[in-house]
């Protein structure tokens, strides 16, 4: 009768587990859809809060006509320009001006802009700057303005015309990041797909858990859309994207350790669902603080000035959060309703034993065991030798560079380039207060480094003021003109912004944010795992790893990025997220396995054994899982975003490096020769642990294979 009476109970609860997810995703996949609505990939939503850049960005959304829309038209052709070609490109600059929104058709035409030729005669240019009409959605004015320039702009019989400027290029980026969600999507879909029915070797268990990842990720989805319209949270391409990739990854790493401990359990439990609580009691802990440190460590980003990297921080948390509690409470009902059979071909059988096959981490563990000083001493030597390629690491990456494929607008800024030398073809902008606009011109005008300037749009207390460089845009006579015009148009209370100046502004930034997020993840996630572990000795240990780890990848991006993969530069921000991605998801592995050595110590082992078991034990299951996180990373690299490829190659190459060097042999070799050292000053470093006769077993964390 009370078996009866408990197994009518264990039913009702994995029942009302399962209607509880049932209506929370319902709920949530009728917002998920909405979260690419407010996906925001203007200047605005990635620059720092207190740049004046941003602030110039602003302030032209108040001026006159709202947001300017600037475009340059580019005509080229192999020999000198004919008058014909000039009379051609004189008429489509004047149509393409006419589009302004902006001007009193009253008072006239608008004003048709004055070409500017090349000294070769080959090229000439029209700068057009125009207006979005009050009250209009400024990205879709902007893409009308460049759809109708381009259909307005056409050349023939060897004449080639091309659009560009930053309203043609943000246009551009645009259509870019439209493909991006369905990409990623697909590609980590499948990718884990094929993982998973390589790791189970079952025609049917591979679906349950990436059915429920999905779900995961739809909820997470749903709750970054209730943030950004009740906070006002900032996400962008960048964020989405990434929150994407941490959810299948993360998430189906925590299946993986709770369905390899499941098949274990099944071996000794008649009922699955017994089997599964015992499951869920012996890795729920460290699946927990492993998903606690990548939280935790994203959340730090909180503190950076970069908007783009601000937002990031909750936005990565909640995917991580919401893996989590699909993993463990949602994953564990469906395969307790299904049974045993969900393993077919390979069911667990009650008190059967699993076959027991050679382990590859035995031969690693036996190695580092038998030689720990050659065994740590060679890997460090090795990760130390990657880090020097940091040397060779690019420069700054500049904007019109962020697009693996380069657009019309890319295109057109290099023939600029080339074509024009000796000045820049993209004016940085002055914002400055109308009353003091006159003496602002002046002074802008006497800057060195400046080979003009003029007044532009007045409005809101603000006089707008376009100033060309002589140097070519991002090169280091601009950014040198760009600071002289800071510091001497301060006295006059104007803000210096433009494409130029944000980049420079980003890259200042990106530097400030290091010096403080960087410190701030270590000491999160050392609080963490000496909660965790009860010791300072190991989670120095595992953070010192992860940093070893960091500094070789960085190096390798130094000799791949532009030699191998063509990019000629790196994106500011990448050291510093992937320094938090690294740190969070190499520990997340460090602590499966060091959790599982200080259970091992607890049952009386010694050091050294400790060691070699909890590698032995998690070896396997630490493997799958670095597998899947780094391929669903990987899977960025099919982006069209450098940064994306970048810290999708970075952060893969990173995972692999932990998990199949640090883990097996740095982290195993260095605990066997601290000994008992590496849980000082807990209980563990002072005297040796018998297990007490009563003592019941101690849980096991991610014992069996995956």
């Known amino acids: 009768m009370g078996a009866t009476k408990n197994r009518t109970r264990q039913r009702a609860i994995t029942w009302g587990v399962l209607a509880l997810w049932a209506i929370v995703l319902a709920v949530a996949v009728s917002f998920a859809g909405k979260l690419g609505d407010v996906q925001r990939d203007g200047a605005v939503d990635y620059l720092p809060a207190s740049a ?67 000294q070769d005669g080959t090229t000439v240019m029209y700068p057009v700057q125009l207006t979005v009409a009050p009250g209009a959605d400024e990205e879709l004015a902007q893409a009308a303005f460049v ?3 381009r259909a307005l702009a ?55 858990p990436l059915a429920v990842v999905g779900g995961a990720s739809a909820c997470s989805m749903a709750v970054v859309y209730g943030l950004v319209q009740g906070f006002g949270l900032t996400v962008n391409s960048q964020s989405a994207s990434i929150m994407t990739v941490l959810v299948f990854g993360a998430g189906t790493d925590y299946a993986l350790l709770l369905v390899a401990r499941y098949r274990e359990e099944l071996r000794r439990h008649t009922d699955a669902y017994d089997a599964m609580l015992a499951a869920v009691r012996g890795c729920g802990p460290a699946v927990l603080a492993s998903s606690g440190t990548v939280a935790a460590g994203l959340l730090c980003l909180l503190a950076a000035d970069l908007n783009s990297s601000s937002g990031l921080g909750p936005v990565g948390a909640v995917g991580v959060v919401c893996a989590l509690a699909a993993m463990m409470t949602l994953l564990p009902a469906v395969l307790v309703l299904l049974g045993r059979r969900v393993f077919w071909p390979l069911i667990p059988a009650y008190g059967s034993e699993p076959k027991q096959r050679r382990s590859v981490f035995a031969a690693m563990g036996s190695s580092a065991g038998r030689r720990p000083v050659a065994v740590l001493a ?27 494929d380069p657009p019309e607008s890319v295109v057109a800024m290099q023939t600029l380039a080339k074509a024009y030398p000796e000045r820049s073809s993209r004016p940085v902008t002055v914002i400055a207060p109308t009353d003091r606009a006159d003496a602002a ?74 010096l403080i997020v960087i410190p701030l993840v270590i000491v999160a996630v050392l609080l963490i795992l000496a909660a965790l572990l009860r010791s300072l000795v190991a989670p120095l240990l595992l953070i ?33 997220l992937s320094f938090v991605f690294l740190v969070a998801l190499g520990v997340d592995y460090g602590i499966f396995l060091m959790h599982r050595m200080r259970e091992e110590a607890l049952a009386g082992a010694e050091p050294a054994e400790a060691a070699l078991t909890a590698l032995r034990t998690t070896g396997g299951v630490i493997a799958s899982a670095g597998a899947v996180l780094a ?4 899977v960025l690299a099919a982006l069209p975003l450098v940064l994306l490829v970048e810290m999708g190659v970075l952060v893969a190459i990173g995972v692999l490096l932990d998990t199949f060097l640090v883990r097996t042999y740095l982290v195993t070799s260095a605990s066997v020769l601290l000994g008992r050292k590496v849980w000082w000053p807990g209980e563990l470093s002072r005297e040796p642990v018998k297990p007490a006769a009563d003592r019941d077993a101690p849980q096991r964390i991610g014992a069996g294979r995956a």
């Open 544 to 576: 010192a790893a992860v940093v070893l780890v960091w500094g070789a990848v960085m190096g390798i991006g130094g000799l791949i990025f532009g030699p191998v993969l063509g990019f000629p530069g790196m994106d500011p921000g990448l050291p510093l």
């Open 631 to 634: 391929a669903t990373f990987a």
């Open 378 to 404: 060679t890997g460090v030597v090795l990760l130390g030798a990657l880090a020097l390629g940091m040397f060779a690491l690019p420069g700054a990456l500049k904007q019109e560079d962020a697009l693996t």
């Open 154 to 208: 056409t050349g023939a019989d060897g004449l080639t015309v091309q659009l560009g400027g930053p309203g043609a290029l943000d246009v551009d980026m645009e259509a870019s990041f439209e493909t991006i969600d369905g990409t990623l999507m697909m590609a980590t879909v499948l990718v884990v797909a094929v993982l998973l029915i390589l790791t189970y070797r079952s025609p049917f268990l591979w679906l349950v």
């Open 52 to 118: 004046d850049s941003l602030q110039v960005a602003k302030v032209q959304q108040k001026l006159p006509g709202g947001e300017t829309v600037d475009l340059v038209i580019v005509y080229q052709r192999d020999g000198v320009l004919t008058p014909a070609d000039r009379a051609t490109a004189d008429k489509q600059a004047a149509e393409v001006a006419a589009l302004d929104a902006g001007h009193d058709t009253a008072n006239g035409p608008a004003e048709a802009p004055q070409g500017i030729p090349s």
């Open 441 to 514: 011109l002046a002074s802008a005008r006497a800057v060195d480094g400046v080979s003009g300037a003029e007044q532009g749009r007045t409005g809101s207390g603000w006089t707008e003021i376009s100033v060309f460089a002589k140097d070519a845009p991002e090169t280091k006579g601009e950014t040198a003109t760009i600071k002289a015009l800071r510091a001497e148009l301060d006295p006059h209370g104007a803000y210096v912004g433009g494409l130029s100046a944000e980049q420079m502004d980003l890259e200042t930034t990106n530097s400030r944010d290091r």
């Open 147 to 149: 759809e109708e320039a």
